[in-house]
């Protein structure tokens, strides 16, 4: 099984691509995707195409996208949630099934508190995958959606049938 992470941003957005072969779980790619300061479609459609050449390449069987964090300030909330949508958009594009986890729930599932910080995310990543380096918060981000997803389907998958 091979599960797409996404930590959407309107000017970075993170992925990570992980593989499971029974109870071992590796990490075969992530990084971020910079769309920089630009025209905001513009790095809309860096977003797509770079989340189209990954699903391309890496060919996922499933993926994962946090949902959108709202915070304070609405503009920005509305160009995190576009750049999600142009996320979305590009896996079902590649005929994926597209799983989403809000960031509480992705912190709880990694580090066992949903209010861990970005340090803690980074930490659990690295011991969790076995990783020699640390990824950049947005990489291991979207490593930790990856994960999450893989710690629920897991679960899911236990429960005499439960269909979700």
């Keep these: 099984m091979r599960i797409l992470g996404i930590d959407p941003g309107s000017r970075l957005t993170g992925f990570g691509i992980i593989d499971i072969n029974g109870d071992r779980v590796r990490a075969v790619h992530y990084g971020v995707i910079k769309a920089g300061k ?14 189209r050449e990954l699903v391309e390449e890496f060919r996922p069987d499933e993926a994962a996208v946090e949902t959108v964090f709202v915070s304070h300030n609405a503009n920005s909330a509305i160009k995190l949630g576009q750049a999600r949508g142009a996320a979305v958009a590009a896996i079902i594009a590649g005929d994926l099934p597209v799983a989403e986890y809000s960031p509480r729930s992705v912190k709880q599932a990694i580090v066992g508190r949903g209010a861990a910080d970005k ?17 950049s918060e947005d990489a291991s981000d ?23």
């Excluded at 630009?38 to 989340?51: A, D, Q």
């Excluded at 340090?119 to 380096?133: A, D, K, P, S, W």
């Design 119 to 135: 340090f803690q995310v980074q930490h659990m990543i690295r011991v969790l995958l076995g990783l020699t380096e640390t990824p």
């Design 38 to 51: 630009g025209e905001f479609t513009g790095r809309l459609g860096l977003i797509f195409n770079g989340i």
């Design 142 to 164: 979207a490593l930790a959606v990856a994960l999450c997803h893989h710690h629920t389907q897991s679960t899911v998958d236990r429960i005499p049938g439960f269909t979700g």
